[in-house]
Nanobody, 127 residues
Framework: QVQLVESGGGLVQAGGSLRLSCAASGGTFSNYAIGWFRQAPGKEREFVAS????????YYTNSVKGRFTISRDNAKNTGNLQMNSLKPEDTAVYYCAAVPSTLRWRYYTQSREYSYWGQGTQVTVSS
């Protein structure tokens, strides 16, 4: 069973950048596909990005394409979400999630597919 801890959230002005990290422990990190989700006040949790076990395949929701980059370092048991050109509408609690996957190329976009979740980190973008 893997435990996930997010970090790197904070307050930033529109147009700025943040880098979120997801530290994993308690499992073999390289066996899990990783996803990032976010939830804004009064809204449902939504998919942001996902990366495969190998790190060679990733997928983004349309609203963050070209601005966010998901990555992973299996040697360090960490996943990252680099967020550039942030907008006020990116304000949300961001969650890291993991799902065991035997398919090294597959990413996952549905929250129900994920087995493990972090506690979340707040990202606030001011206008």
């Amino acid at each position: 069973q893997v435990q996930l801890v997010e970090s790197g959230g904070g307050l930033v002005q529109a147009g700025g950048s943040l880098r979120l990290s997801c530290a994993a422990s308690g499992g073999t990190f390289s066996n899990y596909a990783i996803g990032w989700f976010r939830q804004a006040p009064g809204k449902e949790r939504e998919f942001v990005a996902s990366i495969s076990v190998s790190g060679g395949t990733s997928y983004y929701t349309n609203s963050v394409k070209g601005r966010f980059t998901i990555s992973r370092d299996n040697a360090k048991n960490t996943g990252n979400l680099q967020m550039n050109s942030l907008k006020p509408e990116d304000t949300a609690v961001y969650y890291c999630a993991a799902v065991p996957s035997t398919l090294r190329w597959r990413y996952y976009t549905q929250s129900r597919e994920y087995s493990y979740w972090g506690q979340g980190t707040q990202v606030t973008v001011s206008s």
